[in-house]
Structure formats: C-alpha cells, structure tokens
C-alpha cells in the first residue's frame, strides 16, 4: 500500500495574525505630549499630578471640552504644547485658583485659559526658546482665527514676568504685592489686532511649520 502524504499545495492555510493598525501621527503626538507633560510637571517640577499608564499626565480638564495646540515633527515627535479650556466651563483659575482673582474670574464665551504650556524636555536650550516663541505664536494665530479675545492663565511671578515681556498685552489680575518667584499669580492676555505686531516687535513672532490643533475627546 502506497501512503499518501498530504500536499502542502492543497493544505488550508493558516490564518495570520493581522498587522496592528499603523499609528497616524496625529496620535502619536498627542501621545507624546502626554508623556511629556508627564516628565515636565511630575518628574521635573514635582507636582502632585495624576498619571495614566506610569507615562501619561491626564487630569480631570483633559475632557471632551479641552483643545490642544502642538507643535511636532513630521513623525509626530513632540516640540510644544499648550491647552486650551474654555473660562465659562470648569478649568484650574475657577475651580481652583479663584482666590488670585480678588475682583473675579473672567468667565467671558471668547476667553480662553492656557494650561500646561510645555516645552519638549529633549530640546536644547536654543531649540527649547525657538519652540517656545513658536509656540507663543501658534496661540496668538490661534485666537485671531476662532474669535478668542483673551486667554488668561496661571504662572509663577518669575513666568509671568517673561509672559509681558513677549509684546502682546498681559496683565496681572491680581494685586501686584512683592512677591517671590515661585509665587503664583493670575494673568489676562489681550488679544486684538495689535498682538502679532507686538510680538515682531518683541522678536518672539515665529510661525511654526507644523501645529496641530486638536479638540477635546481623546478617547
């Protein structure tokens, strides 16, 4: 009796695996700046910060209301970032910094408040100034397209006092006082016609070639 051995040419094939999906690279600086918001504020500064995953810093603003601006390479490494919460929503000066503001918190539909503005921990010192008035920039190009009239933030006395001197219009909006430098004050930055001429002229106006704008939902 002859045996008959199977035909590999006629075996059913075995199904494989699928490739995962390729990442675009949208997410993946958005990833990045995750991760880098990560190293900045929890590793670098020590804030008491919650992090996903041992690598993301996600709080609670990072809702379907926040909108990111980031400014990354071709392959989605991540240069700067800032985000952006609407002041007649919940974010940090209402809900948690309301006490800068002795004569009350703007809650106005165009105003803005910037949060977490970072700067890739990876950049040099002459990288980190050109992505930071990119950065600057991008937000100033940002308000003058959607009709944002202010932003206001939070920084410390040694930050804010860099912030006024971009050329855009930035106040305190609370008392002045001697303050030190890690001490924190609120701050409203004007934005109107005159901001970009004002940032030429304080040679911080430089557009970056890449900004991603992205609004809330990052599930």
């Not at 970072?118 to 990119?134: E, I, S």
């Amino acid at each position: 009796m002859t045996t008959m051995l199977p035909n590999p040419m006629l075996s059913p094939a075995r199904p494989q695996p699928s490739p995962p999906a390729p990442v675009d690279v949208e997410t993946r600086a958005l990833r990045a700046m995750f991760a880098a918001r990560k190293r900045v504020f929890v590793d670098l500064l020590g804030w008491d910060l919650p992090v996903l995953a041992g690598r993301f810093e996600v709080d609670q603003f990072d809702n379907p209301c926040a909108e990111y601006l980031v400014l990354a390479d071709t392959d989605g490494t991540h240069c700067g970032s800032a985000r952006l919460l609407r002041s007649d929503g919940p974010h940090l000066l209402g809900d948690l910094y309301a006490h800068l503001c002795p004569a009350g918190v703007p809650r106005e539909r165009d105003v803005r408040e910037i949060t977490r503005f970072c700067l890739d921990p990876a950049l040099g010192a002459v990288a980190r100034r050109k992505t930071r008035n990119q950065l600057v920039t991008a937000l100033a190009e940002h308000a003058l397209a959607h009709g944002i009239a202010a932003y206001t933030g939070i920084a410390t006395h040694a930050w804010f006092e860099q912030i006024a001197r971009f050329g855009w219009v930035c106040r305190k909006l609370g008392p002045a006082g001697n303050l030190r430098a890690s001490d924190l004050v609120a701050l409203q930055i004007t934005i109107d016609d005159q901001t970009l001429p004002g940032l030429i002229a304080g040679g911080v106006y430089d557009r970056a070639t890449r900004v991603l704008h992205r609004a809330g939902d990052l599930a």
